[in-house]
């Protein structure tokens, strides 16, 4: 959703043809309007995270503060810890794995599929439960093929979003493009809790390209026909 509104607002006036003047707004009714879109959005993740688990909240007071502490550690802290971990385990506790952690390059090569993100969580919980990291690209990087990788990894990664950037730049302003920039958004977000690889493929940001390709496709040919 705030993809869609971030998305929404880059393309404002463009999609739909506005005949009526905007309303210029001040400092202060500005503030108040980011005020209530973070508001929403804040209360909203509240919602989900409620909804998502099975803890038995005594109270709503209690519910409000624990579920506001979930999404403030979760959004400003919580995937950063990871990435100490990484840095502490590799490669004094184990090897760099490579591309060892990515499940289909092991189901098509044959080689041991090593899940990085399930082996330090079981090393550093020292819990018996499953359960996994959630690393970003850069941290994934670095666990791969260490300091080296970590820079390669960046150059790559840079480049890439750079082209992206290009390519949404010049895309006309049309419905189906609007979306296409909101799953591009969706993967740089993935790109902050999952691995290049995971973000492409994993999250079906591969598939999406594949599929707005054949949407735009039809897209073209309709308006062919209108005209």
Known sequence: MLSLLLAGHVFRGKLVAKKRKRKVLSK?????????????????????????????????????????????????GRLSIPAFMYVHYFPEVGEHYGLTNIGMLSNVFGFEHFEDTKTLYTYFSKSDKDGSLAINSIVDFYGGFGYAGLFVGNVMLGFLLAVLDRILNKLEKNNINIVFTVFCFVF????????????????????????????QRGFKIKLRRFA
């Open 188 to 215: 740089a977000y993935y790109l902050s809790q999952a691995s290049l690889p995971r973000a492409l493929m994993g999250y079906g940001f591969v598939f999406f390209i594949f599929m707005w390709l054949i949407l």
């Open 28 to 76: 202060r009714q500005k503030k108040r309007k980011y005020i209530i879109y973070f508001g929403f959005l804040f209360s909203l993740l509240l919602i989900l995270y409620y909804s998502a688990t099975t803890y038995q909240f005594q109270n709503l007071f209690e519910a409000i503060l624990k579920l506001s502490e979930i999404v403030l550690t979760r959004v400003f």
